[in-house]
């Protein structure tokens, strides 16, 4: 081999940044320190890579999944060994639960020092093994490239999710000439894409044998991006759709089909869609048990097909009469393509039933409670008056359920915390939100407890012209957890008043991290400071919405029981035979 041919010598840091420039990475997420130090002299000379410093690691981790989700590509986090490896892991976790592609990268010490007790050594890899797809311990070099190749490719395909690349102090600093690999050899990773025919075939056959038929639509679908096929299989089958917390927007609300979203604070609809159906066609699905309620109670007449990408999904909590292995764009292709024309039965009776359920429980959207806001009328101003075409983001908790069942949603235009209920989620994920798609408007919605978690971000937001809008339903309390108390603890309220009308002052602590900082307390200021907002682009904004601490999430599934015992106020259950089908 020629001279003008040899590969390039280069040190370890410069091997992983020539690797992330190859991937098409465009921005990364982090805090450097020691251990990753090397690594941040070629980053910061990148002309490719923008790296933004956060205040967190946690809100770096969750910033990329933010950015993952509005960009359709891997996000990317990177921070130091020790404690900021460890303050990943709730982020990674998290888009484990959720099946967000990530690669976190961490600096690790020294190989000699690995099992010593060194200043600032964790075992992150054994930390993160339950919560990643994969992880590398990279203690060569020459071993930098292909593990980054190969990390992004596992975090990509299949059914997405984190990977960890944990690269030792002294592979950062050591030379070795850098080779790009042409293709990832990972032989025991091989996704199955393409669904068998076979399975298509009978899945189609227990469908046409159905009368009381339901689309159970998962986060899979979302992930799959296949939300233009899921609607021509609605349009070519007229089968009613179920939409959980994670696929909310990837099915249109405004259809007459669609029943809305199920679960422990579904709607009666769905919820009783999935009880009463015969069948469940569940799709990027993982009956889940916020769905299920009582597992031995869920849908006790339906048989089940279930498609999904990762096989160690079905049939691991509902057994499948007819389980399809494939990616679900491609699962509901030939699904439509077979059911397209074909003979199937009259489901006028069913989709009458569950109409009238539908039309029936609505929820009560009174401006306000003893002269207090009501949290459910603030978050549907903000979707009325922002519109359908925003990136909406959450918390955790009451503010997460009325988002998601009262804000205007498209298809991939959701970020919440599903699978780990993970406060603190909603301001980083909308910074992230923004840079993955930074034309969209990006408006988070969170509680006064989450709030208080991650909201530093917002300095990091200040400083990198990121321009989200934040609406805290300041409660004075850990609400979700209130409820609880209310329900089941004999309004014994232990630890749960966060005091949070005295302090903090929300909008001068907005303020002294350079966004505009407003607050509303009755209706009509409700629109002026949304409107406020809107017209607001040269800063983030935080609105504190002062509302009533007793409003209530209903209706509600108490944990662990059946999904027949749905309430839709404290008392009160509806009348599932009212409706005749």
């Known amino acids: 081999m020629a001279d003008d041919d040899s590969p390039k010598l ?40 923008r790296h933004i410093l956060c205040r967190h690691e946690q809100g770096a981790a969750h910033a990329a999944e933010g950015y993952a989700m509005t ?13 900021g490896a460890t303050n990943l892991v709730t982020g990674i976790g998290d888009a484990y639960m959720d099946s967000v592609p990530i690669v976190a990268i961490t600096g690790q010490v020294a190989s000699t020092s690995i099992g010593t007790d060194a200043f600032q050594e964790a075992d992150i890899r054994g930390i993160t093994m339950p919560i990643t797809k994969h992880s590398f311990l990279i203690t060569r070099p020459e071993d930098i490239p292909p593990a980054i190749k190969a990390a992004f490719h596992i975090a990509a395909t299949g059914r ?26 990972l032989p025991g990773y091989r996704p199955t894409v393409k669904p068998h025919s076979k399975q298509i075939r009978e899945a189609a056959k227990l469908i046409a044998d159905s009368s009381r038929p339901v689309f159970y639509v998962g986060g899979g679908v979302v992930k799959a991006r296949a939300h233009e096929e899921l609607e021509d299989l609605v349009k070519a089958t007229g089968i009613p759709v179920v939409t959980t917390l994670m696929a909310r927007g990837v099915y249109p609300d405004r259809e007459p089909l669609h029943v809305g979203m199920p679960g422990m604070h579904g709607t009666v609809a769905a919820v009783g869609a999935l009880q009463k159906a015969d069948l469940l066609i569940a799709l990027g699905t993982r009956f889940d048990d916020r769905v299920t309620g009582k597992l031995s109670t869920f849908a006790p007449n339906a048989k089940v097909i279930h498609a999904d990408i990762d096989p160690a999904e079905i049939s691991k909590n509902r057994l499948a009469d007819v389980p399809i292995v494939g990616d679900v764009r491609e699962v509901i292709a030939e699904l439509t393509e077979v059911l397209r024309g074909s003979d199937l039965p009259d489901y006028a009776p069913w989709v009458r039933y569950l109409s009238n359920l539908k039309a029936k429980y609505q929820p009560d959207l009174q401006p306000t409670n003893e002269g207090i806001l009501s949290p459910q009328y603030v978050i549907k101003r903000i979707g009325e008056l922002v519109g359908p075409d925003a990136i909406y983001a959450s918390g955790v908790g009451q503010h997460q359920m009325w988002a998601a069942h009262m804000l205007p949603l498209k298809p991939g235009h959701w970020l919440n915390s599903g699978g780990s209920g993970t406060m603190g989620y909603c301001v980083p994920a909308a910074m992230g939100g923004k840079v993955g798609n930074p034309d969209a408007v990006v408006w988070g919605i969170d509680g006064d407890g989450c709030f208080q978690m991650t909201n530093q971000e917002l300095v990091t937001c200040t400083l990198n012209d990121i321009p989200i809008k934040i609406a805290v339903i300041n409660n004075e309390s850990l609400g979700m957890v209130r409820q609880w108390q209310t329900l089941f603890y ?19 602590l907005a303020e002294a991290m350079g966004a505009l900082g407003l607050r509303a307390e009755t209706p009509e200021e409700v629109d002026e400071v949304i409107k406020t907002a809107m017209a ?9 919405f002062v509302c009533h601490k007793d409003a209530m999430v209903w209706p509600m599934v108490a944990a662990g029981t059946s999904n027949d015992d749905i309430k839709i106020a404290r008392d009160m259950a509806p009348d599932w035979e009212d409706e005749t089908l």
């Open 490 to 508: 004999g309004s014994r309220y232990s630890a749960t008043n966060l005091h949070s009308s005295r302090v903090p002052n929300f909008p001068m």
């Open 160 to 185: 997405p999710g984190p990977v960890l690349v944990d690269l030792a102090k002294d592979a950062l600093v050591n030379k070795a000439p850098f080779v790009w690999p042409a293709q990832v050899e």
């Open 71 to 83: 960009s359709g590509r891997v996000g990317v986090c990177m921070a130091t060994s020790g404690p």
């Open 10 to 49: 280069l040190t370890g840091a410069e091997a992983l940044v020539e690797s992330l420039e190859r991937i098409g990475v465009e921005v990364v997420f982090g805090i450097p320190g020691g251990a990753i130090l090397p690594a941040y002299d070629p980053l910061g000379q990148s002309k490719l890579i």
């Open 536 to 544: 607001t682009n040269d800063r983030p904004v935080v609105i504190e």
